[in-house]
Structures are given as structure tokens and as C-alpha cells.
């Protein structure tokens, strides 16, 4: 009867508390913990979150690597270097003659395998002669292959096709292609896993040279980097590096370096082929692909394989991650007790990825930062869970609503809340994305505190002309600025009013640089991209907060614009579809190019006020005419181009369109 009584009076006690927080708090706590959660789990999805959890994981990696005191034995690098290039007076494509004599030498020290990461994509001179040397090679070689499908950057079909060729050619001799992909992280261009091996792919390079067990064949986990335990000072390099020259000229003097060990060929020239790695933001040390390709190998011949943590296990640990912040909270500990409370945890949620790093455990999907995020999402949730959120949120929503979106769109949406409904829908939007030039550079030279109130400045500064124009913020991603026209409010002239604020951006962000202090380093501008096209906007947060924001390839092309001025030495990029729907004549033409990631030609169009709208014309008349064919007229914009050197976009543009031909684009670098 008393463990009744006692256990009636437990539950008297919730539910005496369930109404004391109230059905809206108790949703909106019971909210924050399922954000918590999804951010304990999922921190390396999570955008601003994935970019710490990178560098958690470098900083694990670089102090729980796998170090040696020797040079691995078993692998020797033969390299063309800058000496090399000097010395045959040919820099590309590299010179097969010399690869040819190499391998003959190297073919006669008895290698256990031989690997090339070089493209043969395209014809020399000295082609046979290699061919005759694979021919007759008596040690297993395996030779870089790219596929288009897989490594558009690295090959184009045409260029595959001669590969392809090229080995058939090399037949009966020992040769086998191999892959060469690597892929490095989107986000950061870091190489920190072993790519996937597609099945149409042939084996990775280090696969294929030391066929490894099963366990290993599709092995896409962390690369473990087998790094020198001396000083930088005293460090000794992790593999053997010969000049090819030396090993074709002086065969006898490297015998004892390559007799019985895996000989991997490429290039060590600078600026070519470099990839960051987990220790480059400690070094500063940038690694070549070759390397990379060693390291492989060398984990592969170690079996030096991490070990992957359970999908379940990531779950179990989000939850205490969450549930060690609730209970915190829940406590309402004071003073010392709290204090001790947050040490151990911090002990304990801190040390665990370093100490699982250090037991040879795949820590590469461990969210480190995502545990404490998670945490501090459930201590803030549990802990102003009592407190009155009524007529608080609504003010909240209210200067949120002022601060993102245009003062007259922010009353309609207050007395119709129904228009940021959690759905979305298609709409034609006007998308705009811009980025300050030589701010990473800028955040490095400067205290965080100056920085700070720089970046807020500038983010004032671009938000009041994005609202003073009627446009919707979408998002700040570091120094850019996300923003669109023509959603959840759309109107005639959102082409006038996007075009206008994308010039007055541009303007507003050269203003703040000329004012930014004469103790701050020179600050680049601003660029602009703004393309008109369909995307799902809508409010994807949640029931607890106001997250209204625009999805798909219209916000994709516009950020692919912004970034596009760089090439294109221009200021702003109005791609041909949002111009056409605008009443301005400010336009001066770009010609057509294919942006960064895209296939599809894109006409692209500049804004430019200060211009002599009769010269703004002429160039849009003289740019027509030669697109259809009349090259007279591209000798007319050389002149004038001639007569306005300074304008390095114009200069630009009568050169792409000049190598495009009439009716033709220019195809643009990476991102």
C-alpha cells in the first residue's frame, strides 16, 4: 500500500508539473530536444556544424596518428620534379621518352609492382617508344585510368577514349589500368577518406597493385596518414623520393631502393596536383596526389584499417548527449555542484573521439561538436521550459519578421501567419547571392573582436539595401548574403528592385572598404549573382520557429554567378532570364559561358550605370552580330576594347567570346 501510495503520489507530481509548463512549452522543449538530437547524430551534415566537426577530426587525427621513426620500406617514389621539366625543356604533357627509359631500368631491378599516376589522355611523339618498352616489360604495371562519367575535372571523352586505346596498344605486355580518383571532402577540399570504387571503375591504384582481402576491396573509410614522429626540423620523408632522370640515367646507382618494393610514378612539381590533408591546417603542408596514392598503399599493406562505429552506437551516444544536458538543467545545480557537473562532462564528451581515434576507431563520422551542441540545445530547452513564451514569442517572431523580410511583407505575414505555412511551393523567384572578396584572408590577419563587428557591419549594411529594395534575407553563410524577390510576396517590377539592389550591394560593399580603417588589410569587393529561376520556397523549420527560406537550382545558379565574376573579372552577373524580365538599361553583355558543376551554357549579363549607354548598346550590337556569325564585328569590339584598357571585363569578354566563336560558350574552371 505505501509503494502505492508513493508511486500515486510520482505521478501526482508530473502531471502537476506537465500543467504547471503548459502544452505550448511542453512542445516547444520537447522540440529544442528533438533538434538537439538530430544535431548529436547528425553533426556532420549539419551545415556551419560540419565545418567544426572537420576540424575536430583533423585535430584528433593529427595527434593520434600512426607514427614511425623509419621510412617505409616497401614503397619508393619516382617523380618528375621542376629539375626534371628543366632539364627536357618540356613541362606538359610529361615526357614519355624519359618514362620509357625509366621503366626500363626500373623493369630490370625486379620490382614487385609498378604504378603510374600519370594521364596518358592524348597523342606525343614519343608514344611508340613507350608502347615498345610496355610491350616488353617483364614487372605488373599499372597504369592511371580517369573516366569522364567519374572524373569530369580530370578527363574528357575524348581523352578516355585514347587511354583506353593506348593500353589496348600496350598488349601482350603486363600493363592494367588502375584507378586514380580521389576524392576530396565538398566542403573544404580536404582528402580525408579512400573514394569509392564504382564497379565500372578498375580497381584504385593501391588495390590493384597489392590485391587486398575482401575485407578491404571496397574499404571508404578514413585514410590513415602514416606521418614521421621527428620534428618538422629533423622530419624524414615517410617514402623514398627519386628523380626519374637519375633512375633512367643511373640505373646502378638506385638498384638497392627499388629491388622488391612497390615503385610508384607521378609528379612532384610545384603547384601541380596538391591536396590538403588533416595536417595541412597544422602544417600548413600541402601533399601530392602520388603521395596520397603511397599512403593508400602503405595502409593497405599494414591492414591498418580503422574500425567503423555502429550506426547504432552514433544513436546511443546522441542520446546521453542530450540527456546529460536535460538532466543539467533539469537539476537547477548551483555554484560548485553545476561547476563539477560541467567539468566532467566536458572531460568525458571532449576526451572519448580522442581516445577512440587513438584505438584505431573510425572517428571520421563521430559528431564530436554535434554531442555538445546537442547538449547545449536540451540545457536551453529544459531550462527555460518554465519560463512564459505566449506573447515573448510572438514579439520574437514579430522582429524576426522585421529583420528578414521587407516591412510591408512582414505585416501582411503577421495578419496571415498562414502564408509561412510549414509547406512548399514552386514559385518563380529572383535569387541573389553575393560574397565579400579576401574575407577569409581578412579573418585571419585581424582579433575575432574586430572582425566581429566588421562582418556585422557589412551584414547591416547588405541587409538594409536587400529590405530597402523589398527582397526576402535568406540566410548570411559567413560574409555572403543569401536573398530573393518574388516570395512569399511576389510583384511586377522584384526584376527592377533585384537588379537595383544587386548594383547598390556592390556600390554599399566598396563604400564599406574604403572605410573599414586604416588598421585593417586591404578588403576586396563585393561580388554579385543574381538569376531568375523556379525553387521551393517555403517554412522547412518547424512549429517552433520561423525558418523560411528558398530551395533549388535557381539559388544553386545564382551562388555559381556570384562565383563566376572572379573569372570573368566582372563585378555583377545578371544571367539572360532575370535581365529580360527587367525595365533597366544598364546591361552590357558577358557572352555565354558554362558555370562551375553545370553542362548547360548560360548567358550572362553585366550592370553597368557608369557606363555611356550608347556604348553599353554598341556592345550589345556588336556582340549579336558576331554570335550570328559576322566576325567582322568582333574586330570592332577588339578596338574598342583596345581604346578601354582599364576595364578588365571587357577585355576578358572579347577573349572568351573570340576563343567561343559565334554561337559558342566558354566553359569555366572549378568553383
Given amino acids: ?34 533538434l538537439g538530437l538530430y544535431v548529436a547524430r547528425f553533426g556532420w551534415e549539419v551545415p556551419f ?22 621510412q617505409d620500406d616497401r614503397i619508393v617514389l619516382v617523380t618528375y620534379n621542376d629539375e626534371t621539366l628543366a632539364q627536357l625543356g618540356k613541362r606538359s604533357p610529361l615526357d614519355r621518352a624519359m618514362l620509357a627509359r625509366a621503366l626500363a631500368a626500373i623493369d630490370g631491378m625486379n620490382p614487385r609492382a609498378i604504378g603510374i599516376d600519370i594521364l596518358i589522355d592524348q597523342a606525343q611523339p614519343e608514344d611508340p617508344e613507350l608502347v615498345a618498352t610496355l610491350r616488353q616489360m617483364r614487372t605488373p604495371i599499372y597504369v592511371a ?129 596538391d591536396y590538403e590533408t588533416p595536417m595541412t591546417r597544422f602544417t600548413g603542408r600541402w601533399m601530392k596526389g ?64 580522442f581516445l577512440l581515434q587513438g584505438m584505431a576507431i573510425d572517428t571520421i563520422s563521430l559528431p564530436a561538436f554535434g554531442w555538445g ?42 495578419r496571415d501567419p498562414s502564408q509561412l505555412a510549414l509547406h512548399g511551393e514552386k514559385k518563380q523567384i529572383y535569387a541573389l547571392f553575393t560574397d565579400l572578396e579576401g574575407f577569409t584572408k581578412l579573418s585571419h590577419a585581424i582579433t575575432p573582436e574586430r572582425l566581429s563587428g566588421l562582418l556585422n557591419r557589412y551584414l547591416d549594411l547588405m541587409s538594409d539595401i536587400v529590405l530597402e529594395h523589398g527582397g526576402t534575407i535568406d540566410k548570411f553563410v559567413g560574409d555572403a548574403v543569401v536573398a530573393f524577390w518574388g516570395a512569399p510576396i511576389a510583384r511586377a517590377d522584384d526584376a527592377d528592385r533585384a537588379a537595383r539592389a544587386a548594383i547598390g550591394m556592390y556600390e554599399a560593399g566598396q563604400e564599406f572598404a574604403r572605410t573599414a580603417g586604416d588598421d585593417i588589410p586591404p578588403i576586396g569587393r563585393t561580388r554579385v549573382g543574381l538569376h531568375l529561376g523556379e525553387a521551393v520556397v517555403g517554412n522547412f523549420g518547424g512549429e517552433g520557429r520561423i525558418q523560411y527560406t528558398a530551395l533549388g537550382d535557381a539559388m544553386n545558379t545564382a551562388a555559381r554567378l556570384e562565383s563566376a565574376n572572379k573569372a570573368l573579372k566582372t563585378r555583377i552577373l545578371v544571367s539572360r532570364q532575370a535581365k529580360e524580365e527587367t525595365g533597366l538599361d544598364l546591361f552590357r553583355p558577358m557572352g555565354r559561358v558554362v558555370l562551375s558543376g553545370r553542362a548547360t551554357p548560360i548567358e550572362v549579363w553585366e550592370p553597368v550605370p557608369e557606363m555611356d549607354s550608347g556604348l553599353r548598346t554598341r556592345l550589345t550590337d556588336l556582340w549579336q552580330r558576331f554570335d550570328g556569325g559576322d566576325t567582322e564585328a568582333l574586330a570592332q569590339l577588339e578596338a574598342i576594347a583596345a581604346g578601354h584598357k582599364e576595364d578588365a571585363a571587357m577585355q576578358e569578354f572579347v577573349y572568351r567570346i573570340g576563343e567561343a566563336g559565334p554561337g559558342g560558350h566558354f566553359v569555366l574552371g572549378s568553383k
Avoid at 49 to 70: G, I, K, N, P
Avoid at 160 to 174: D, S, W
Fill in 373 to 414: 551542441a546537442g547538449w547545449l540545445f536540451a540545457f536551453v530547452g529544459v531550462g527555460t521550459a518554465a519560463r512564459a513564451v505566449g506573447s515573448e514569442q510572438r514579439r520574437f517572431a514579430q522582429s524576426a519578421l522585421g529583420k528578414y523580410l521587407p516591412p510591408d511583407v512582414a505585416s501582411q505575414i503577421m
Fill in 1 to 34: 500500500m505505501a509503494e502505492q501510495a508513493n508511486g500515486g503520489g510520482w505521478a501526482e507530481g508530473l502531471r502537476r508539473s506537465v500543467r504547471q509548463v503548459g502544452p505550448a512549452r511542453l512542445i516547444g522543449t520537447l522540440l529544442f530536444l528533438m
Fill in 290 to 353: 602520388l603521395e596520397v596514392h603511397a599512403h593508400v598503399l602503405s595502409q593497405l599493406l599494414d591492414g591498418r584499417m580503422p574500425a567503423a562505429i555502429p550506426g547504432w552506437m552514433l544513436w546511443v551516444a546522441a542520446v546521453v548527449a542530450v540527456a546529460a544536458g536535460a538532466l543539467t538543467a533539469f537539476l537547477e545545480l548551483r555554484g560548485w555542484k553545476l561547476g563539477l557537473a560541467l567539468l566532467v562532462q566536458l572531460v568525458f564528451f571532449g576526451y572519448l573521439p
Fill in 145 to 273: 585510368f580517369a573516366s569522364a562519367a567519374h572524373n569530369p575535372d580530370q578527363i574528357l571523352p575524348w581523352q578516355e577514349e585514347f587511354l583506353t586505346n593506348f593500353l589496348a596498344q600496350a598488349q601482350p605486355g603486363p600493363v592494367r589500368p588502375a584507378s586514380i580518383r580521389l576524392l576530396p571532402d565538398l566542403a573544404d577540399g580536404v582528402i580525408r577518406r579512400w573514394p569509392d570504387q564504382p564497379a565500372d571503375l578498375p580497381p584504385l591504384l593501391a588495390n590493384a597493385m597489392a590485391p587486398p582481402s575482401s575485407e578491404f576491396r571496397s574499404y571508404t573509410r578514413a585514410i590513415d596518414f602514416r606521418l614521421p614522429a621527428t620534428s618538422e626540423a629533423d622530419e624524414v620523408p615517410v617514402f623514398t623520393n627519386l628523380p626519374i632522370q637519375f633512375v633512367a640515367e643511373f640505373p646502378d646507382g638506385v638498384r638497392s631502393a627499388i629491388e622488391g618494393r612497390y615503385v610508384l610514378i607521378g609528379g612532384d612539381i610545384q603547384d601541380l596536383d
Fill in 49 to 70: 556544424a560540419s565545418d567544426v566537426e572537420r576540424a575536430l577530426y583533423d585535430l584528433r587525427f593529427q595527434t593520434e596518428a600512426h607514427r614511425t621513426l623509419e
